[in-house]
Nanobody, 119 residues
Framework: QVQVVESGGGLVQPGGSLRLSCAAS????????MGWYRQAPGKQRELVAI???????NYAESVKDRFTISRDNAKNMVYLQMNSLKPEDTAVYYC?????????????WGQGTQVTVSS
């Protein structure tokens, strides 16, 4: 099985920055797509940003020009640099990884990390 673990959440003031990290581990052959999603209280989980193994990216309109997703293919890691944070960015942020492993195709989620933007 492929496990995904996030880190880097916390409390930050509006206008501040945070960097989230996510590591995938297991008998991984290849990770096609890694991404970040978020879920605020009372709302559905939504896409924040995704990145393919060729480093093509896609962002939610609400975070374009503020967030940057990147990945280290050698380490099976993905990062989310979040700048100019707003209170509406407050949510639990989840990492997702999809690819192939010794056990077949996988689509794994992390347990989530809380990001709170508040003064």
């Amino acid at each position: 099985q492929v496990q995904v673990v996030e880190s880097g959440g916390g409390l930050v003031q509006p206008g501040g920055s945070l960097r989230l990290s996510c590591a995938a581990s297991g008998s991984i052959f290849s990770i096609y797509v890694m991404g970040w999603y978020r879920q605020a209280p009372g709302k559905q989980r939504e896409l924040v940003a995704i990145i393919t193994n060729s480093r093509s990216t896609n962002y939610a309109e609400s975070v374009k020009d503020r967030f940057t997703i990147s990945r280290d293919n050698a380490k099976n890691m993905v990062y989310l640099q979040m700048n100019s944070l707003k209170p509406e960015d407050t949510a639990v942020y989840y990492c997702n990884a999809a690819g192939s492993s010794a056990h077949g195709v996988f689509n794994s989620w992390g347990q989530g990390t809380q990001v709170t933007v508040s003064s």
